[in-house]
């Protein structure tokens, strides 16, 4: 008696190799199956918040941070900027270009946590504390329309409509050295009665793309300062709150002001166009340091599609079919700026990344052979080198033209399309440290992280999906398959399997269907695994979900309890040279396999097997079998 036993199925998708030549460990094909663990656990689904939107896609969803950690979703969705407030979306930008692609990027300083939104229409400020008001900062002459990074207290900018092959550098905020103070500005005076004091701070009238910050209110004795986050405390203030953005506040004493007493405010401000990174302009004809400037990336006249920072601290600009090279020196006056590479680049301004590892791109600078590549540090140098990744995958069984790459937990995100869809239906999660490449349906226009949290921009509709947060498809079951290696169990001979065993976890009202193919022939159902079987072992249940870190692909929010089991299934085979297995979980919940076993396995003749050798005997020209 032989038995073929796999005590962990861990390799993830292997589709470059013939299915018969992959590790035995993983599947020639799945779909919402992925390597947790050393097993597959079927992948969690979505869910919805809110509402489903209208017709249209969401081109960008980025998280800023307030001054207490708190994160704020924003959108770029249809012509529209908005941010989620818990129940809605709600708009702040209009009149946008439709289904522009913009830049999101937070810049921390001295005056406050902000978000900064850049495209073809404009450069939009929101302060994260009060993310319902916005600055349009575009000025002519000041500034540029396109799609912006920010690093060391600059923003760097590409995509300008007329110029797609110049590469755009901001002043270096100088911070406090542009910021105006007001020592002391009258808000009210008390009448003996009044508790509510409400305006506008004065410095906005004539400055209506500045922002404030630092408020210290004074009432007599009482002193009320904001923490950054859009809130006043103090003696004798119930209720303090300021708009940095509007410079619209309100004060409620706990007891009336006295007859007379004025209210006063000390602050500061700042217009990021004055001095700040929102400022590129630079002296003519010789730019002094840490003014802005303007580098041309010309060679093949291929559009910047990203700029991003390099494990060496260079820039790279990512175009169509070649990368460029940025570095200027600790003085901010000797510039460096080459061409790269000619053969690599990247189909879409979100197809890049910058991680800890280098620069993380989807290669499509040969279309017909798209490849997953690092710009990671050579051990030999101090340059960058490009280094293919999962080179098992076949990448190009999909299309890139919308391609958004991201990192998420352990995995590098890629969102593509099948060549039957127009839009991404399709997010590959690939797992470096253990080079593996699992495939889900969780396709979409824009993704953004919080913690262990995925969000997801929808393609079709003005809607924000969580992705992976719990174990239905927004009410479904989630669509899944996963297909093992022809395997010839090690044996090369005709064979039959008397019984194959099963291990895993599941969910009590899951149900896995188990089918088998023989010799390329399509596998027919053998058995169901059941949640709700004797041969589930309820008395050593476990719990998945809350959120827990490792486990971001398995479920959500809610805990679930499964239990272990194990499961023989007993089928009637013909002699075959190699088998498929395929699992196909029904309903919603939780299911994972980690051990199969192919158990007592009878040998024959190493012949081929019966279905081919009618087909053998060929004649010389190869046009007649059985001759």
Request: aromatic share 12%; with cysteine; glycine share 10%.
């Amino acid at each position: 008696m032989r038995n073929h036993t796999l005590k962990q199925l861990s390799n993830g998708v292997h589709n470059r190799l013939p299915n018969y030549e992959i590790p035995s460990d993983g599947a020639q094909d799945a779909l919402n199956w992925v390597s947790v663990d050393g097993g597959i656990v079927l992948a969690s689904g979505k869910q919805i918040l809110g509402v489903e939107g209208v017709s249209g896609e969401v081109n960008n969803l980025w998280f800023g941070t307030k001054n207490d950690g708190t994160k704020v979703l924003y959108a770029k969705y249809g012509d529209k900027i908005g941010y989620w407030n818990g129940s809605t979306l709600v708009t702040i930008v209009t009149g946008l270009t439709v289904n522009a692609i913009y830049s999101f990027q937070n810049y921390t300083s001295l005056s406050g946590n902000f978000t900064f939104a850049t495209g073809v229409d404009g450069i939009y400020k929101f302060h994260n504390s009060n993310p319902a008001s916005y600055i349009s900062l575009y000025e002519e002459g000041r500034n540029f329309k396109g799609r912006c990074l920010i690093d060391k207290a600059r923003m760097l900018m590409v995509g300008l409509k007329n110029d797609p092959t110049g590469l755009y550098g901001s002043k270096i905020d100088g911070q406090s050295t542009n910021y105006t103070l007001v020592a002391s500005e009258t808000l009210g005076t008390g009448d003996g009665v009044q508790t509510v004091f409400t305006g506008t701070l004065a410095f906005k009238g004539s400055n209506p793309k500045a922002s404030c910050f630092g408020l210290k209110v004074t009432q007599g004795a009482n002193i009320s300062s904001d923490g950054y986050n859009g809130i006043l405390t103090g003696n004798n203030l119930t209720i303090g709150t300021i708009n940095y953005i509007t410079g619209a506040y309100s004060l409620t004493f706990t007891t009336p002001v006295p007859n007379a007493q004025a209210i006063t405010v000390a602050y500061q401000w700042e217009n990021s166009n004055e001095g700040g990174i929102t400022d590129f302009r630079y002296t003519t004809p010789e730019r002094l340091a840490s003014e802005g400037f303007i580098v041309r990336q010309d060679e093949g006249g291929d559009a910047i599609q990203k700029v991003l920072i390099g494990s060496d601290g260079a820039y790279y600009s990512a175009k169509l079919y070649s990368y460029y090279r940025f570095y200027i020196d600790s003085t901010d006056t000797k510039p460096t700026n080459e061409v790269f590479r000619k053969d690599i680049g990247i189909p879409s301004p979100d197809g890049a990344i910058s991680a800890g590892m280098g620069i993380i791109f989807m290669n499509t600078a040969n279309p017909n052979k798209p490849q997953m590549t690092v710009l990671e540090k050579n051990p030999l140098g101090d340059s960058l080198i490009p280094t293919v990744l999962f080179e098992h995958f076949k990448f190009e069984n999909y299309l890139y033209d919308q391609c958004v790459l991201d990192t998420w937990d352990r995995y590098i995100i890629v969102a593509c399309r099948t060549k039957d869809s127009s839009v991404n239906n399709r997010l590959l999660l690939c797992d470096k440290t253990a080079n593996t490449v699992d495939i889900t349906d969780k396709g979409m226009k824009s993704y953004a992280k919080d913690g262990n949290s995925l969000y997801g921009g929808s393609n079709l509709t003005h809607t924000i999906w969580q992705l992976f947060s719990d174990y239905d498809d927004d009410g479904s079951p989630v669509e899944n398959v996963w297909d093992s290696k022809a395997d010839d169990c090690n044996i090369d001979m005709l064979k039959k399997t008397r019984t194959f065993r099963f291990k895993g976890f599941i969910d009590q009202y899951q149900q896995i269907e188990v089918s088998l193919g023989y010799d390329d022939t399509a596998p027919t159902l053998i058995g169901t695994i059941r949640g709700d079987a004797e041969y589930v072992d309820r008395t050593n249940p476990s719990s998945v979900g809350g959120g827990e870190v490792g486990s971001v692909a398995i479920g959500g929010s809610e805990v679930k309890t499964i239990y272990p089991f194990y499961l023989e299934i007993k089928a009637k085979v013909p002699k075959y040279e190699t088998r498929t297995i395929r699992f196909v979980a029904k309903n919603i919940g939780y299911a994972s396999i980690s051990y199969m076993e192919d158990h007592d396995i009878l040998t024959f003749e190493g012949r081929m097997p019966k279905r081919f050798r009618l087909k053998q005997n060929v004649s010389i020209d190869g046009s007649n079998t059985n001759t």
